[in-house]
């Protein structure tokens, strides 16, 4: 029973990681597009730090503490697939530090990318979600 309550957590957990994983880039894009120092500015400062506070920072702490509970907890630890999917989700790490580090860049005013960029970066999310659910869906037989 403790196994799904722990696997019913880092479900919630990915769900709220998620949702900031998305969402951030997005207000990225719009906080771009405003000059630093105005009023929008000043507004995606506060939205920026909070989601990434709040949400993703805890989101992803969640999802490490019981998704790698889980692992051994279900012996799958050696299952090719979740090796596969831990790297998909060190990769979401990394974008998730590079995200961090954006809005410190743009908590300082010092940010040297247009909108387009972050248009792109939001799709990188979307992408590596596909891949870990798929893996953890289908649970293909890899060799690794």
């Known amino acids: 029973m403790?196994?799904?309550?722990?696997?019913?957590?880092?479900v919630v957990s990915m769900v709220a990681w998620m949702a900031g994983m998305l969402y951030l880039?997005?207000?990225?894009?719009?906080?771009?597009?405003v000059g630093p120092g105005t009023p929008q500015s000043e507004t995606f400062k506060v939205m920026e730090r909070r989601l990434l506070r709040f949400i993703l920072?805890?989101?992803?702490?969640?999802?490490?503490?019981?998704?790698?509970?889980?692992?051994?907890?279900?012996?799958?630890?050696?299952?090719?697939?979740?090796?596969?999917?831990?790297?998909?989700?060190?990769?979401?790490?990394?974008?998730?530090?590079?995200?961090a580090a954006?809005?410190?860049?743009?908590?300082n005013d010092a940010n040297p990318r247009p909108a387009r960029f972050f248009r792109i970066v939001n799709e990188i999310?979307?992408?590596?979600?596909?891949?870990?659910?798929?893996?953890v869906i289908v649970k293909p037989s890899l060799s690794m």
């Open 57 to 99: 920072t805890p989101g992803l702490l969640a999802v490490w503490v019981t998704g790698l509970w889980l692992a051994f907890e279900s012996g799958y630890y050696q299952a090719g697939w979740l090796h596969a999917k831990l790297l998909l989700v060190i990769l979401m790490s990394g974008v998730h530090g590079f995200l």
């Open 125 to 135: 999310p979307t992408v590596l979600l596909i891949g870990i659910v798929v893996l």
């Open 2 to 10: 403790f196994y799904l309550w722990i696997k019913a957590l880092h």
């Open 102 to 107: 954006s809005t410190r860049r743009f908590a």
């Open 25 to 33: 880039p997005r207000l990225f894009v719009y906080h771009a597009e």
